[in-house]
């Protein structure tokens, strides 16, 4: 049964035998307490006469009448028989007294008091989980801690993980865990956990980490990204489930449908007086490790939690932005888990509630107990299973007899899903406010009125940690041009963002490479002595503007088209491509789409054909070929060398005009000088191998090889030379 209103349960008429027992050991709990807290402020005053300068230097002046004084007023502070170790000095002489007390494991009275007030607690919780009084191994665990025995408190936790496996024990130590973890922090020796337990045991704001050994701040050193959120459209199948109508519940499948990818939701919606008002979905916490690509991970939902601004909350304060909602109009908050956390940050930002009129804010299994909108206008309502353990994250949990917020509207129930993180999922949290719940569900419903009506608007946004710059910046950042082509228009240079490619060097015979250019007098292939140069490339593109694709490639290198020099080849290798005057013209080409073939035909004069073309190149071997024209490059590599990036200057044919084409390179490459790589063509009929067999390059090895694993590249549109 839900419980709205955790702390704050009215007296029936007819007496106070009617009060349900866990409401009487709460209210037992809350007197027991204020007790505990008023000892504690005695022992402050009494602490504060020990240390007063004028009463020590009173007793340094009449010892025989101020020594005992002294004395007697230091027994008080420690004498079990008085306050226990009771010195709250923060500083000095006092303070060290204060913290050997402690370590010698004597407790303070305030906090004996207070420790009575949280087993009362836990009292009032097992009345409602009688399983945790049943089991064998929760009795265990309670008992050790409550008694302060370290030891058998570690073998019972130990046991209960053993026995249970991590997560249940989890989701059955969730209902307790915040009382359990108070009172270890009161009664171990560690005296700098005395804070966070007295915080835990009043209701008090945690001002600490609650997790013992991690650190808020630490972890916030970590994620110190500025957020930001790009526009994106929802996928084909998640269009039609999205809600056309506003509701609560609706509201949530959203939310559900956003799974956890780092998207929210923001739906502008026609209220029933016609007002357009506009509702923020923020989903939970990413599971696994934290991902530096967006803030929905664990270290940013810890930021979350201790601190009102955070890579999430930026983000989303960045996508509303965006968005366009107008000044002074109405926002409704709902999120889950961590996303929950970061609207009601958004809620309590001063500045956020003066721009916008923040309504209404429904957090969902999310610990925001100990934060307030800025607003006190604003509707708030949470959400919580006793048995997830997210919300107890704030130091408030099932049993707590303080409620820092008695004008929420707050549910806290019991619901059939006891394992974590099932009782955290909002799929789960759907289907018990369908059903165990539902009157909690009409409650918000109801009190979210002014959302139900047409949902006119829907964008999703990404949100990332920080605004990122274009893939591919600065390189590949530069400015295209559209060229028409049969497969649609190609914005050129071509971009490859992401590719592998591998060149094999053969010397060939001169008048053999010279029989596969075109028939004119002025090219003619360039010569290493009596030799010529062709080269077999070989590509795997896993990412550019025309789409994923392999090829296979043939070309011989030429000399200059119009005054051929015999040394320009090497002095060519130190020139950037814009001043090079030899290049290789493309004799043929195997390329994996159809897209691709276009291109290297309309765009580049590359004469192409389509096949299916594989390429390994994540060993210390290759292996890569053509299907069709049956080519098959394959062996060892061999040692290699680093050089720095190779550009090229490629030429081919389209009618009667020559094209020449700059491709420009970035990556690391490495030349294998004595490579045990061989050419196996299997076919004479395609074009491709057929000139292959005519340079004789059959079972033919590469003088060197030329890998680079990871480059990006851009070939530009193929310029028309007069010839």
């Not at 059939?416 to 059903?435: G, Q, R, V, W």
Request: net charge neutral.
């Amino acid at each position: 049964m839900a419980e709205h209103s955790r702390a704050h349960v009215s007296q029936p008429a007819d007496g106070p035998s009617a009060v349900p027992a866990k409401e009487v050991l709460r209210q037992c709990a809350r007197d027991v307490v204020a007790v505990a807290e008023g000892i504690r402020e005695v022992s402050a005053r009494t602490t504060a006469v020990l240390l007063d300068q004028e009463f020590r230097a009173s007793a340094r002046r009449h010892p025989r009448t101020g020594l005992p004084a002294q004395w007697a007023t230091l027994r008080v502070l420690m004498s079990k028989r008085g306050l226990g170790s009771a010195i709250t000095a923060e500083h000095g002489a006092g303070r060290r007294l204060g913290q050997g007390g402690e370590i010698l494991g004597r407790e303070s009275l305030a906090a004996l008091v207070a420790v009575t007030s949280l087993r009362m607690r836990i009292g009032a919780v097992l009345l409602d989980h009688p399983e945790l009084v049943r089991d064998a191994g929760m009795r265990r665990l309670l008992d050790a801690v409550t008694s302060d025995r370290d030891l058998a408190s570690v073998r019972a936790l130990r046991s209960l993980f053993k026995d249970r496996g991590a997560q249940q024990a989890l989701s059955a130590l969730a209902p307790v865990t915040a009382e359990l973890l108070a009172i270890r922090a009161l009664l171990d020796e560690d005296p700098m956990n005395d804070e966070t337990g007295w915080a835990l045991a009043t209701g008090r704001e945690l001002t600490a980490d609650p997790v013992k050994g991690v650190s808020a701040s630490y972890l916030c050193e970590l994620d110190r990204g500025e957020g930001a959120a790009d526009p994106v459209e929802l996928a084909a199948h998640e269009l039609p489930r999205v809600s056309v109508r506003g509701s609560f519940l609706g509201f949530l499948r959203n939310i559900n449908l956003l799974s956890t990818d780092g998207r929210i939701l923001i739906q502008d919606i026609r209220g029933p007086d016609g007002t357009v008002r506009h509702v923020v979905h923020a989903p939970g916490m990413a599971p696994g490790r934290p991902r530096n690509d967006s803030p929905q991970d664990f270290v940013g939902a810890w930021r979350n939690l201790f601190m009102a601004d955070s890579p999430y909350t930026r983000s989303i304060l960045r996508a509303v932005e965006h968005y366009g909602i107008p000044r002074g109009a109405d926002v409704a908050l709902i999120g889950h888990s961590e996303g929950g956390i970061a609207v009601m940050n958004l809620a309590q930002s001063e500045e956020f509630s003066r721009t916008y009129r923040v309504t209404h804010v429904v957090a969902v299994g999310s610990p925001v107990d100990y934060k307030k909108p800025a607003d006190p206008r604003t509707w708030v309502a949470t959400l919580t299973n006793q048995h997830d353990i997210v919300p107890i994250l704030d130091g408030r949990a099932a049993g707590t007899a303080f409620d820092p917020h008695p004008d929420w509207y707050e549910v806290d129930y019991t619901g059939p899903t006891h394992e974590f993180p099932l009782s955290h999922m909002l799929d789960t949290y759907i289907k018990d406010l369908e059903t165990i719940v539902a009157d909690a569900a009409r409650d918000v419903d109801e009190a979210l009125a002014p959302y139900r009506g047409e949902v006119l608007r829907t964008q999703s946004y990404q949100l990332k940690d920080r605004e990122h710059p274009p893939r591919g910046y600065p390189f590949l950042t530069v400015p295209t041009t559209p060229v028409p082509t049969a497969a649609g228009p190609v914005d050129t240079p071509v971009r490859y963002y992401d590719s592998t490619a591998a060149h094999a060097f053969f010397p060939v015979d001169a008048e053999a490479a010279r029989s596969l250019l075109p028939d004119v007098t002025w090219m003619t292939p360039a010569r290493l002595g009596r030799r010529a140069l062709a080269v077999l490339s070989v590509y795997e593109h896993r990412c550019t503007t025309i789409g994923p694709y392999s090829e296979v490639g043939l070309s011989v290198v030429v000399n200059d088209l119009w005054r051929p020099r015999p040394y320009d080849l090497a002095l060519d290798l130190t020139r950037s491509t814009d001043l090079r005057r030899t290049g290789r013209y493309v004799v043929g080409l195997a390329v994996s789409t159809e897209e691709a073939r276009a291109v290297a035909e309309e765009v580049w004069g590359q004469p192409a054909s389509v096949s299916a073309v594989d390429v390994d190149l994540l060993g210390r071997d290759i292996s890569a070929g053509a299907a069709e024209p049956g080519i098959r490059l394959v062996g060892g590599l061999g040692p290699a060398i680093r050089c720095p990036d190779v550009d090229w200057v490629l030429y081919g044919r389209r009618g009667d005009r020559t094209l020449r084409v700059q491709v420009r390179n970035h990556g690391r490459p490495r030349l294998h000088p004595a490579p045990r790589v061989r050419l196996r063509v299997d076919t004479h009929a395609h074009p491709l191998a057929e000139r292959l067999h005519r340079l004789g390059l059959d079972s033919a090895r590469p003088r060197s090889v030329l890998i680079c694993h990871d480059f990006m590249a851009r070939r530009g549109a193929g310029a028309e030379l007069p010839r």
